[in-house]
C-alpha cells in the first residue's frame, strides 16, 4: 500500500510537470502560430474570422509581401548584410584575437582590455554621435557603412571569446607549422582558424541574430528602401499600410522563419555559447 | 646599421604583429571610442545637428535635465519592466529550468522551443502582440485575439483598448518583454543547475531533506553565482529596452509608456537637440553603470557570506 501511494505521487508530480512544461510550450509558440495563420487570411476575413485553421487558405499574401511589400528587397539586404557582416568579424576578430593571444607587441594588453570594457560599459544613446559621424564620413545612407557599424558592434564579444579559446589551445600545432617554414599569417590561416572551429561556430550564429534583428542603426543610417534590411521595412510597411494585416503578417513570417531555421539548425552551439557566457560574465 | 640591427629586427617584429590587431582596433577606435568621447563633449553644448553652429551651454542641459520630469518618468518605467522581468520573468525561467533539469521525456524539444522568442527580433514580436492585443471592433467583433476570447468566455467587462489605455499599456509590454526574455534566463540557470553534483542531491535525501529543504539549502546556495550573472544581464538589458515599446505603441501616444531611449530618440529626432539627447545617454549610462558597480559590490558581499 506504501509503494502504491508512493507511485502515485511520482505519477501526479511527472503529470504536473509535463502539464507545467507543455503549457508554456504552447504559450511561446501560439503566437507564432497565430502570425502564419493570419498571413494565409485575406483582408476580407482576418478581422472576422478567429478559427484556428482559416477555412480559405489563401497563400497570395507571400507573394504580394515579396513583390508590392518590398519584402523580396529587404530579405535581399538583410541576407546581404548578415553574411557581410558575419565574415568580417570572423575575420577580424580572429585576426585580433590570434595577436592578442599569441603574438607580442608593446601595449598588447592595453588593446586588449579596451576591447573588454567596452563590453562592461553600457553606453545608451552612443547611436547620436554615431549618426553625426556618418554623416560627416559620408558613410550615411550607404551599405558599406552600416556594415562597418554593425561589424564593430559585435567586434568585442567575439575578440573576448576567441582569446580564450585560443589562450586554451596547446601551442605544438603551430610550433610545427612554424618549423615547417610557416610565416604568422599562415599559420593563423591554416592552423588557428580551422582549429578554432567550435569558437567561430558560436560567434556566427549569435552574430547572425544580432545583425539579423538589429533595428536602430539601420532605422537612423539607412533612409533608402532599396537599402533597408527586414526589420526597417517591417516598420516601414506597418507605418504605410496600418490596416493590411494579412500582409503584414507574411512580412513578420518572411522575416522569422530564416532566423528561426538557423537557430534550429545551430542550437547546439547556442546553448554552449550562453553556458561559457556565464562564465566569462 | 649593423649595431642598431637587432633593435630594428625586433621593431618590424612588433610592427607585423601589431598588424593583426590592427583591423579591429581601427574600426573600434572609429565607431565606438569615437562616438564615446564625442557623446561626452556634445553633452555640453546645443546644438541641432544640422547647421554648423553650436552653443557651448556647460551644464545647463545637465540641469534641465534635472528639472526634465517626462525624463525621470521615463527611467522610472524601465525601472517597472526591469522589475516585472526580474521577478516574474526570472522566477519563471527558474521553474522551468528547474522542471526541466531532471530525466524526463522530451527535455530537448522544451528547450529548444524555449529558446524560440529569444531568438525573434524585438519588431516581430512586437507586431505580433499588438495584432493580438489590437483593440479595435468589426460588426460588434472584437478584432484582436485577447479581447475576443475575453468576451467568449464570459468576461467582456474585462475587454480593454490594451495598447492605448495608460493604466495596461506598460504591463503589456512589461509582460511582452518577459515572454521574449524568459528563455535566455531558463538557459544559463538550466547549464548552471546542470552542473550541480547529483551526489549532492543524494546526500540531502539520505539525511531526510524533504524537496523544500533541497531546494533552498542545497540548490539555492549552488546557484548564486549563476543567479547573480542572470539578474544583472536582466537588468542591464530591460533597462535599455525600447525597440519592443518602438514596435508595440510607436511614438507620440502620450508619454505613458516613454522610456529613457526611446526619449534619447525623440530628442534626437523628433526635437533635433542633439547635445540635450547626449545628455540623456550620459545620464542614463552612468545610472547603469553605477547600478552594475553596485551590483558587483553586494553580489561580492553574498559570495563572502
Same mark, same amino acid.
Given at each position: 500500500?506504501?509503494?502504491?501511494?508512493? /507511485? =502515485?505521487?511520482?505519477? #501526479?508530480?511527472? @503529470? *504536473?510537470?509535463?502539464? &507545467?512544461?507543455?503549457?508554456?510550450?504552447?504559450?511561446?509558440? +501560439?503566437?507564432?502560430?497565430?502570425?502564419?495563420?493570419?498571413?494565409?487570411?485575406?483582408?476580407?476575413?482576418?478581422?472576422?474570422?478567429?478559427?484556428?485553421?482559416?477555412?480559405?487558405?489563401?497563400?497570395?499574401?507571400?507573394?504580394?509581401?515579396?513583390?508590392?511589400?518590398?519584402?523580396?528587397?529587404?530579405?535581399?539586404?538583410?541576407?546581404?548584410?548578415?553574411?557581410?557582416?558575419?565574415?568580417?568579424?570572423?575575420? /577580424? =576578430?580572429?585576426?585580433? #584575437?590570434?595577436? @592578442? *593571444?599569441?603574438?607580442? &607587441?608593446?601595449?598588447?594588453?592595453?588593446?586588449?582590455?579596451? +576591447?573588454?570594457?567596452?563590453?562592461?560599459?553600457?553606453?545608451?544613446?552612443?547611436?547620436?554621435?554615431?549618426?553625426?559621424?556618418?554623416?560627416?564620413?559620408?558613410?550615411?545612407?550607404?551599405?558599406?557603412?552600416?556594415?562597418?557599424?554593425?561589424?564593430?558592434?559585435?567586434?568585442?564579444?567575439?575578440?573576448?571569446?576567441?582569446?580564450?579559446?585560443?589562450?586554451?589551445?596547446?601551442?605544438?600545432?603551430?610550433?610545427?607549422?612554424?618549423?615547417?617554414?610557416?610565416?604568422?599569417?599562415?599559420?593563423?590561416?591554416?592552423?588557428?582558424?580551422?582549429?578554432?572551429?567550435?569558437?567561430?561556430?558560436?560567434?556566427?550564429?549569435?552574430?547572425?541574430?544580432?545583425?539579423?534583428?538589429?533595428?536602430?542603426?539601420?532605422?537612423?543610417?539607412?533612409?533608402?528602401?532599396?537599402?533597408?534590411?527586414?526589420?526597417?521595412?517591417?516598420?516601414?510597411?506597418?507605418?504605410?499600410?496600418?490596416?493590411?494585416?494579412?500582409?503584414?503578417?507574411?512580412?513578420?513570417?518572411?522575416?522569422?522563419?530564416?532566423?528561426?531555421?538557423?537557430?534550429?539548425?545551430?542550437?547546439?552551439?547556442?546553448?554552449?555559447?550562453?553556458?561559457?557566457?556565464?562564465?566569462?560574465? | 646599421?649593423?649595431?642598431?640591427?637587432?633593435?630594428?629586427?625586433?621593431?618590424?617584429?612588433?610592427?607585423?604583429?601589431?598588424?593583426?590587431?590592427?583591423?579591429?582596433?581601427?574600426?573600434?577606435?572609429?565607431?565606438?571610442?569615437?562616438?564615446?568621447?564625442?557623446?561626452?563633449?556634445?553633452?555640453?553644448?546645443?546644438?541641432?545637428?544640422?547647421?554648423?553652429?553650436?552653443?557651448?551651454?556647460?551644464?545647463?542641459?545637465?540641469?534641465?535635465?534635472?528639472?526634465?520630469?517626462?525624463?525621470?518618468?521615463?527611467?522610472?518605467?524601465?525601472?517597472?519592466?526591469?522589475?516585472?522581468?526580474?521577478?516574474?520573468?526570472?522566477?519563471?525561467?527558474?521553474?522551468?529550468?528547474?522542471?526541466?533539469?531532471?530525466?524526463?521525456?522530451?527535455?530537448?524539444?522544451?528547450?529548444?522551443?524555449?529558446?524560440?522568442?529569444?531568438?525573434?527580433?524585438?519588431?516581430?514580436?512586437?507586431?505580433?502582440?499588438?495584432?493580438?492585443?489590437?483593440?479595435?471592433?468589426?460588426?460588434?467583433?472584437?478584432?484582436?485575439?485577447?479581447?475576443?476570447?475575453?468576451?467568449?468566455?464570459?468576461?467582456?467587462?474585462?475587454?480593454?483598448?490594451?495598447?492605448?489605455?495608460?493604466?495596461?499599456?506598460?504591463?503589456?509590454?512589461?509582460?511582452?518583454?518577459?515572454?521574449?526574455?524568459?528563455?535566455?534566463?531558463?538557459?544559463?540557470?538550466?547549464?548552471?543547475?546542470?552542473?550541480?553534483?547529483?551526489?549532492?542531491?543524494?546526500?540531502?535525501?539520505?539525511?531526510?531533506?524533504?524537496?523544500?529543504?533541497?531546494?533552498?539549502?542545497?540548490?539555492?546556495?549552488?546557484?548564486?553565482?549563476?543567479?547573480?550573472?542572470?539578474?544583472?544581464?536582466?537588468?542591464?538589458?530591460?533597462?535599455?529596452?525600447?525597440?519592443?515599446?518602438?514596435?508595440?505603441?510607436?511614438?507620440?501616444?502620450?508619454?505613458?509608456?516613454?522610456?529613457?531611449?526611446?526619449?534619447?530618440?525623440?530628442?534626437?529626432?523628433?526635437?533635433?537637440?542633439?547635445?540635450?539627447?547626449?545628455?540623456?545617454?550620459?545620464?542614463?549610462?552612468?545610472?547603469?553603470?553605477?547600478?552594475?558597480?553596485?551590483?558587483?559590490?553586494?553580489?561580492?558581499?553574498?559570495?563572502?557570506?
Amino acid at each position: 500500500m506504501a509503494i502504491n501511494k508512493y /507511485i =502515485a505521487e511520482r505519477i #501526479a508530480k511527472g @503529470f *504536473s510537470i509535463h502539464l &507545467f512544461l507543455i503549457l508554456f510550450t504552447l504559450t511561446c509558440l +501560439f503566437p507564432l502560430f497565430w502570425m502564419v495563420r493570419s498571413a494565409l487570411m485575406s483582408n476580407a476575413t482576418v478581422f472576422t474570422d478567429k478559427s484556428l485553421i482559416p477555412k480559405v487558405i489563401n497563400f497570395g499574401n507571400f507573394a504580394e509581401a515579396w513583390v508590392e511589400g518590398n519584402f523580396g528587397i529587404y530579405f535581399f539586404n538583410s541576407l546581404l548584410y548578415t553574411t557581410s557582416v558575419v565574415i568580417g568579424i570572423v575575420l /577580424i =576578430a580572429s585576426l585580433a #584575437a590570434y595577436a @592578442f *593571444s599569441r603574438l607580442h &607587441f608593446p601595449g598588447r594588453n592595453f588593446f586588449f582590455y579596451m +576591447f573588454v570594457a567596452a563590453m562592461m560599459i553600457p553606453l545608451p544613446g552612443s547611436f547620436v554621435p554615431l549618426y553625426r559621424l556618418m554623416i560627416v564620413l559620408g558613410l550615411i545612407n550607404t551599405r558599406i557603412g552600416y556594415i562597418l557599424c554593425m561589424i564593430n558592434v559585435g567586434l568585442s564579444m567575439s575578440i573576448l571569446l576567441l582569446k580564450t579559446f585560443f589562450d586554451k589551445l596547446p601551442p605544438d600545432l603551430e610550433d610545427a607549422a612554424r618549423i615547417d617554414g610557416c610565416g604568422r599569417l599562415g599559420i593563423w590561416w591554416h592552423v588557428a582558424l580551422p582549429l578554432a572551429r567550435p569558437a567561430i561556430a558560436v560567434i556566427v550564429i549569435f552574430n547572425s541574430l544580432i545583425v539579423w534583428n538589429e533595428y536602430i542603426l539601420a532605422a537612423l543610417l539607412l533612409n533608402d528602401k532599396s537599402l533597408m534590411p527586414l526589420q526597417r521595412g517591417l516598420m516601414v510597411f506597418q507605418g504605410a499600410h496600418s490596416v493590411d494585416y494579412p500582409l503584414l503578417m507574411a512580412g513578420l513570417t518572411i522575416a522569422a522563419i530564416p532566423i528561426i531555421l538557423i537557430y534550429l539548425a545551430m542550437q547546439k552551439h547556442i546553448v554552449k555559447g550562453l553556458s561559457s557566457g556565464a562564465i566569462v560574465g | 646599421m649593423n649595431i642598431k640591427s637587432p633593435c630594428w629586427f625586433r621593431f618590424q617584429d612588433y610592427l607585423k604583429n601589431f598588424s593583426f590587431a590592427l583591423p579591429a582596433i581601427l574600426i573600434f577606435s572609429v565607431f565606438y571610442i569615437f562616438p564615446f568621447i564625442e557623446i561626452f563633449r556634445l553633452s555640453f553644448y546645443e546644438w541641432n545637428g544640422i547647421t554648423p553652429a553650436m552653443r557651448f551651454v556647460d551644464f545647463q542641459n545637465f540641469a534641465e535635465l534635472m528639472q526634465d520630469e517626462i525624463w525621470w518618468q521615463s527611467i522610472g518605467h524601465a525601472a517597472y519592466i526591469t522589475f516585472i522581468a526580474l521577478t516574474f520573468q526570472n522566477v519563471l525561467a527558474f521553474a522551468l529550468a528547474l522542471a526541466c533539469d531532471r530525466e524526463i521525456r522530451m527535455k530537448r524539444f522544451y528547450r529548444i522551443v524555449f529558446f524560440i522568442p529569444p531568438v525573434l527580433s524585438e519588431i516581430v514580436v512586437g507586431i505580433i502582440w499588438q495584432w493580438i492585443l489590437y483593440a479595435g471592433l468589426q460588426d460588434g467583433q472584437s478584432i484582436g485575439l485577447l479581447n475576443y476570447w475575453l468576451v467568449k468566455s464570459g468576461l467582456p467587462h474585462l475587454v480593454n483598448d490594451w495598447l492605448s489605455d495608460p493604466q495596461t499599456a506598460l504591463t503589456c509590454i512589461a509582460i511582452v518583454h518577459s515572454w521574449k526574455g524568459f528563455g535566455w534566463g531558463f538557459i544559463m540557470l538550466l547549464a548552471g543547475l546542470q552542473t550541480i553534483d547529483r551526489q549532492l542531491y543524494e546526500a540531502a535525501r539520505v539525511d531526510g531533506a524533504s524537496s523544500w529543504k533541497l531546494f533552498t539549502q542545497v540548490i539555492i546556495p549552488m546557484m548564486v553565482p549563476v543567479i547573480l550573472v542572470v539578474v544583472i544581464l536582466t537588468i542591464l538589458g530591460s533597462m535599455q529596452v525600447f525597440v519592443l515599446v518602438l514596435s508595440m505603441v510607436g511614438q507620440g501616444l502620450g508619454y505613458h509608456t516613454e522610456v529613457p531611449v526611446t526619449r534619447i530618440l525623440s530628442a534626437m529626432t523628433g526635437t533635433n537637440r542633439f547635445g540635450y539627447a547626449c545628455a540623456m545617454g550620459v545620464n542614463f549610462g552612468v545610472i547603469l553603470v553605477m547600478v552594475s558597480i553596485a551590483f558587483r559590490w553586494l553580489s561580492n558581499r553574498m559570495k563572502q557570506a
